[in-house]
Structure formats: C-alpha cells, structure tokens
C-alpha cells in the first residue's frame, strides 16, 4: 500500500536535572558530522550549561531539536530510517566525544509522527461505514440529523496520558480532498527496545490498520 509521511519526529527524554550537554560540546560534535549550525545560536559559544528551546542545526532536511525545560533532544526528519540513523549516529558521536551516553540518561523515548495513505474511495464515507455502531442511531435522533463518525481514535489499554508509556493514533479523512485517509501517532515509552521495534513496524502496521477501514 503507498504511504506518504507528512512529519516524523523521534527523540528522546532525559532523566537528568539539567541539560547533559553544553553548548560547546553538542555543537563541536554536530560539526563534526557535517551539520549546518542554527545562525540563531549565540557565537562564541557560551562555556556555561545549555539552555533555551528550538533548532539547534540542520543537514539537508534533518533538523535538531532541543528543550533544555523538558530535557529533549528531538529529531525532525522526512523518513523514519533517516530519523532512527541520524539519532544512532548523534548518540554515537556524543559518546566517543563527551563519553555522554544518552540511552543511559533516558527517562523516555519519543516518536510522532502523521501519515497520508491515498486511497481511490471516498474517504470520509469510507471511514463512516466502517466505524458505524449503534449508539449512532440514538445520536441521530439525539441531533435529528444524520451523523457519521468522522474517523477512529484509539490508545493503549490502562496506560495514562501523561506518563512516559503513551501510545494514542487517529485515523481521519483527508479534510481538504477526502481522497486519503490521514494518520497521526503519538508514542512514548521508557523501553528503548520496544520503542524501536514500535517505530521500524509502524509503517506495515498502519497498512494493515487502513486495510480494515478501506476495503
């Protein structure tokens, strides 16, 4: 099944107090790897710890992210093999240079991501056959007006949204052309193993997903 991926970000959340990297020493080691710095940066490079919020620098169309409030290193990226290789080689590089192994300091794993799956049907009345249960039938005349779902939301079983294992995905029709189906995912886990495994497989298993809704 096509897919195009709209955004992909993928990061990671400290468990430290503060930022476990300077200025100097990120940007030393992100030069190094042929990133472009963000000319928004201070220059010199300030000696103290790293603070602020925003793109520190770029290669191609992989831009780096950091929050040093929420304790955030983020990957923004146009693929999720160019996203997993650019983290792998950033956590590299920072561990031969700094000896900073961030997968030690990690409070969690993050991935984000939207995804457009086209499809020859119409996907807004798609969506609604699918999805249509019977609590529709009291709605309707609840609103005297014939109502359909307008897409499908789901989350992990007893998990809380505001804990470092989430995981929350929507199916929506395309709003402006309802030729495509539009998915958005949320995912955070504190298991980097299973976050990985989660994020290389998500692309097959939302297939299978819009497989259920478009046929």
């Not at 620098?57 to 093999?81: C, E, N, P, Y």
């Not at 995912?187 to 998500?202: A, H, I, L, M, Y």
Request: with cysteine; aromatic share 12%.
């Amino acid at each position: 099944m096509r897919y195009k991926p709209l955004s992909v970000t993928y990061g990671i959340g400290f468990n430290t107090i503060l930022y476990p990297l300077t200025f100097e020493e990120i940007v030393e080691s992100l030069e190094k790897k042929g990133y472009e710095i963000s000319p928004a940066l201070p220059f010199p490079r300030p000696p103290g710890r790293m603070t602020g919020t925003g793109e520190i620098a770029r290669k191609g169309k992989t831009v780096i992210q950091v929050d040093t409030s929420a304790q955030f290193l983020t990957i923004v990226d146009i693929s999720i093999k160019s996203a997993l290789t650019c983290f792998d080689e950033i956590a590299n590089i920072l561990k031969e240079d700094h000896d900073v192994d961030v997968n030690d300091i990690a409070r969690f794993y993050s991935f984000v991501a939207t995804y457009e799956f086209p499809t020859k049907k119409q996907a807004y009345k798609t969506i609604a056959k699918a999805l249509r249960f019977s609590i529709f039938d009291d709605l309707e005349k609840i609103m005297d007006e014939k109502i359909w779902p307008f897409g499908l939301r789901f989350g992990g079983a007893d998990l809380r949204v505001n804990s470092e294992n989430w995981f929350d995905i929507t199916v929506r029709p395309n709003f402006e052309r309802n030729d495509s189906y539009v998915i958005s995912v949320v995912f955070r886990n504190s298991d980097r193993v299973k976050t990985r495994k989660f994020v290389e497989s998500f692309e097959e298993r939302m297939a299978k997903v819009i497989g259920l809704i478009d046929r």
